[in-house]
């Protein structure tokens, strides 16, 4: 314990019952988890993440208090973040979302905090809540931030972090409300890419682990590349690329390129990156990053529309938006959706709608898409965009890949009569379609016409069907508030 024994604070309840947890653990370190079965072992993991849970929690009212007191500055800190980050040896981001979260579920997100303090969620789920929360319109009354922070804590009980981030963006769009009178309103500011976390809000989301890398190499990547070409190793197996949603609705792009691939980014972004004067003459007052990134935009638009990338699932690579019939009419309510689950702003919507070709896929009540099957034995193009409209992703239980990463699978097979139709079909990741095949898990459609998977007997003697909730498209989530 890092209490002095002779400290008045030792005698203060609070710290003897911490003390009691200490010695507890100290009887657990190094424990025969090895003598657990493979059941009870998964059981004690989620037991102890409960714990910690708990705890954390209590540090966070603990954190609350400190920063109630203002005791960081009579501790000579310029505030409880730095004290924090001093005291914690943390982050800075990480402090500053430490102090965010500790106020917010001692004041107005007590719920959240109940449920915390239950070890009902996470740690980071709680942050997130309180990112999406603080990112909501300020025209949003009262009790409807309180239906929207249930909604998270209910959300929360499915998804992990990421997901449940991209739902708090949903739920910012969908509560963004338009004046669609003549020369009304646009959409609240308060709702657009501004700051959701404090100090914090561009440093990815929780658990993204690419905190640190938007400034400049600290200039041992260089060093480790002259090693590499030394030892004759290829600096094409080096290449990386990370894409991390951003709490505030924007997507991070860092990586690292070897000289040859840099050379040909650089080469095909400097012609469209270059300075474009307006028509008067004016400089153009686009930072050289913006233009680069205009560029990036610039070159994936001419991509596409060559035509010229290889075919995927039977579909071209296309971006792909799905609109309720509200938000192309510029009504409020629901948000437009890219295909990777992102909520688009009104303003783009808009854009894209000018020059845009649209195909549309008729939905049943239930939100399925209605019959567009063929007799033949591979999955038409037609039927894949109605997959990905149900399924919304590998449909297996807890799988999180995108559309884009699935093949399509029968449920009964074509070489036992199964035909090639939207209800014989459901899409699976490459991993999730080895384990259909050899598993002895059964795929089967609900009575709304959506895939649930019966487990083996080994994994529930009941096999009781399972559904995915990543496979739950955010409109159907958000409906209840949408419609309130």
């Not at 308060?190 to 400034?215: I, M, T, V």
């Not at 896929?361 to 007799?375: N, S």
């Given at each position: 314990?890092?209490?002095?024994?002779e400290?008045?604070s030792?005698?203060?309840?609070?710290?003897?019952?911490?003390?009691?947890?200490?010695?507890?653990?100290?009887a657990?370190?190094?424990?025969?988890a090895?003598?657990?079965?493979?059941?009870?072992?998964?059981e004690?993991?989620?037991?102890?993440s409960?714990?910690?849970?708990?705890?954390?929690?209590?540090?966070?009212?603990?954190?609350?208090?400190?920063?109630?007191?203002?005791l960081?500055?009579?501790?000579?800190a310029?505030?409880?973040?730095?004290?924090?980050?001093?005291?914690?040896?943390?982050?800075?981001?990480?402090?500053?979302?430490?102090?965010?979260?500790?106020v917010?579920?001692?004041?107005?997100?007590?719920?959240t905090g109940?449920?915390?303090?239950?070890?009902?969620?996470?740690?980071?789920q709680?942050?997130?809540?309180v990112?999406?929360?603080?990112?909501?319109?300020a025209?949003?009354?009262?009790?409807?931030?309180?239906?929207?922070e249930?909604?998270?804590?209910?959300?929360?009980?499915?998804?992990?972090?990421?997901?449940?981030?991209?739902?708090?963006?949903?739920?910012?769009?969908?509560l963004?409300?338009?004046?669609?009178?003549?020369g009304?309103?646009?959409?609240?500011?308060?709702?657009?890419?501004?700051?959701?976390?404090?100090?914090s809000?561009?440093?990815?989301?929780p658990g993204?682990?690419e905190?640190?890398?938007?400034?400049?190499?600290?200039?041992?990547?260089?060093?480790?590349?002259d090693?590499?070409?030394?030892?004759?190793?290829?600096?094409?197996?080096?290449?990386?690329?990370w894409?991390?949603?951003?709490?505030?609705?924007m997507?991070?792009?860092?990586?690292?390129?070897d000289?040859?691939?840099?050379?040909?980014?650089?080469?095909?972004?400097?012609?469209?990156?270059?300075?474009?004067?307006?028509?008067?003459g004016?400089?153009?007052?686009?930072?050289?990053?913006?233009r680069?990134?205009?560029a990036?935009?610039?070159?994936?638009d001419?991509?596409?529309?060559?035509?010229?990338?290889?075919?995927?699932?039977?579909v071209?690579p296309?971006?792909?938006?799905?609109?309720?019939?509200s938000?192309l009419?510029?009504?409020?309510?629901?948000?437009?959706?890219?295909?990777?689950?992102q909520?688009?702003?009104?303003?783009?919507?808009?854009?894209?709608?000018c020059?845009?070709?649209?195909?549309?896929?008729?939905?049943?009540?239930?939100?399925v898409?209605?019959e567009?099957?063929?007799?033949q034995r591979?999955?038409?193009?037609?039927?894949?965009r109605?997959?990905?409209?149900?399924d919304?992703?590998?449909?297996?239980?807890?799988?999180?890949?995108?559309?884009?990463?699935t093949?399509?699978?029968?449920?009964r097979?074509?070489?036992?009569?199964?035909?090639?139709?939207?209800?014989?079909?459901?899409?699976?990741?490459g991993?999730?379609?080895?384990v259909?095949?050899?598993?002895?898990?059964?795929?089967q459609?609900?009575?709304?016409?959506?895939?649930?998977?019966?487990?083996?007997?080994?994994?529930?003697?009941?096999?009781?069907?399972?559904?995915?909730?990543?496979?739950?498209?955010?409109?159907?989530?958000?409906?209840?508030?949408?419609?309130?």
């Amino acid at each position: 314990m890092v209490s002095n024994p002779e400290s008045p604070s030792r005698k203060h309840v609070l710290v003897d019952e911490l003390a009691a947890v200490s010695a507890r653990i100290d009887a657990m370190v190094d424990g025969p988890a090895w003598s657990m079965s493979d059941a009870g072992l998964l059981e004690f993991l989620l037991d102890c993440s409960v714990v910690l849970t708990r705890l954390a929690a209590v540090r966070l009212q603990i954190v609350a208090e400190v920063h109630g007191r203002d005791l960081a500055r009579r501790a000579g800190a310029s505030g409880t973040v730095a004290l924090l980050r001093e005291r914690l040896r943390v982050r800075a981001v990480d402090a500053n979302r430490l102090v965010d979260v500790a106020v917010a579920v001692d004041g107005p997100l007590a719920a959240t905090g109940e449920r915390l303090a239950a070890g009902e969620i996470s740690v980071e789920q709680a942050q997130v809540i309180v990112a999406g929360m603080r990112s909501l319109p300020a025209t949003v009354t009262a009790d409807v931030r309180r239906q929207a922070e249930a909604f998270l804590l209910r959300q929360a009980d499915e998804f992990d972090p990421t997901a449940l981030a991209r739902l708090a963006r949903h739920l910012r769009e969908t509560l963004t409300r338009v004046d669609s009178s003549p020369g009304g309103d646009p959409p609240d500011p308060a709702s657009g890419g501004g700051s959701e976390g404090g100090g914090s809000s561009r440093g990815g989301e929780p658990g993204d682990g690419e905190s640190g890398r938007d400034g400049v190499s600290d200039g041992q990547s260089g060093a480790s590349d002259d090693a590499a070409a030394a030892s004759g190793e290829d600096p094409a197996g080096r290449r990386e690329l990370w894409i991390s949603e951003l709490p505030d609705g924007m997507t991070r792009i860092s990586g690292e390129l070897d000289p040859e691939a840099a050379a040909l980014l650089r080469a095909a972004l400097d012609p469209l990156a270059a300075p474009r004067p307006a028509v008067d003459g004016a400089l153009d007052p686009r930072s050289p990053a913006r233009r680069r990134a205009d560029a990036l935009v610039d070159l994936l638009d001419h991509t596409l529309d060559a035509a010229v990338l290889p075919v995927g699932g039977g579909v071209r690579p296309h971006l792909t938006v799905t609109i309720p019939w509200s938000a192309l009419l510029g009504r409020s309510g629901l948000p437009a959706t890219t295909g990777w689950g992102q909520p688009l702003p009104r303003e783009v919507l808009r854009r894209l709608a000018c020059d845009a070709s649209v195909g549309r896929i008729i939905l049943d009540p239930a939100g399925v898409p209605l019959e567009v099957g063929r007799t033949q034995r591979t999955v038409t193009a037609d039927i894949r965009r109605a997959l990905v409209a149900r399924d919304n992703g590998c449909a297996f239980p807890g799988c999180d890949r995108p559309a884009g990463w699935t093949e399509a699978h029968h449920i009964r097979h074509w070489i036992d009569g199964g035909n090639t139709s939207l209800d014989n079909s459901v899409l699976l990741c490459g991993h999730h379609h080895r384990v259909i095949h050899h598993e002895d898990w059964t795929v089967q459609l609900g009575p709304d016409r959506r895939p649930e998977f019966l487990p083996p007997a080994w994994i529930d003697a009941s096999r009781t069907p399972r559904r995915n909730p990543y496979s739950r498209h955010p409109h159907d989530l958000l409906y209840g508030i949408a419609a309130g």
